[in-house]
């Protein structure tokens, strides 16, 4: 964690996002580093779990981290949560909350609670258009031989 905390501390000082760092940890060592690139990429995705998680696969040359553990300063948001899932990480060691993240202004309770049902989605509407168009690819995937998951 004391290198997931440098990394945080390397990214407020050279002001590329908020204070979270991460670090990713596979049998013992450690693959990748990163801390939150939000403001210096212009990318609301490149928070450091998410940065770290695509530093590591591209190192590991795989999609999944399933040998590895991600060290984070905060509790993963939604979006890093479901990263970290996607990437198959097992274990995952945090220090701050999201509550510790809200009294900063990093809050995210309004995102937990469209996820669980207690709001309705307020930022954006979602349409379902041409269907079946789209199915093509789908079917096409279904079809291939020697595809990866």
Same mark, same amino acid.
């Given at each position: ?7 945080? #501390?390397?990214?407020?000082?050279? /002001? +590329? ?9 596979? %049998? ?13 990429? $212009?990318?609301?995705?490149?928070? !450091? ?8 696969? /591209?190192?590991?040359? $795989? ?6 553990? #991600? =060290? ?9 949560? !479901? ?7 097992? %274990?995952? @060691? @945090? ?5 510790? !993240? ?5 809050? +995210? ?12 989605? %307020? ?7 041409? %269907? $079946? ?9 279904? $079809?291939?031989?020697?595809?990866? =998951?």
């Amino acid at each position: 964690m004391a290198e997931a905390l440098k990394e945080s #501390l390397l990214g407020v000082d050279k /002001k +590329d996002g908020g204070p979270f760092g991460a670090i990713i940890v596979c %049998k013992g060592k450690i693959i990748a580093r990163a801390h939150n690139m939000v403001y210096k990429t $212009n990318d609301p995705t490149a928070h !450091a779990e998410i940065t770290a998680i695509r530093k590591a696969t /591209k190192k590991i040359k $795989n999609k999944k981290l399933t040998d590895c553990e #991600l =060290y984070t300063t905060c509790e993963p948001c939604p979006m890093c949560f !479901a990263a970290i899932h996607w990437a198959r990480i097992k %274990k995952v @060691y @945090y220090s701050a909350s999201r509550k510790d !993240a809200a009294k900063i202004g990093f809050d +995210d309770k309004e995102i937990y609670d469209i996820l669980s049902g207690k709001e309705k989605e %307020k930022q954006f509407t979602k349409k379902q258009i041409d %269907k $079946n168009e789209c199915l093509i690819a789908f079917k096409e995937w279904e $079809n291939k031989k020697g595809k990866l =998951y």
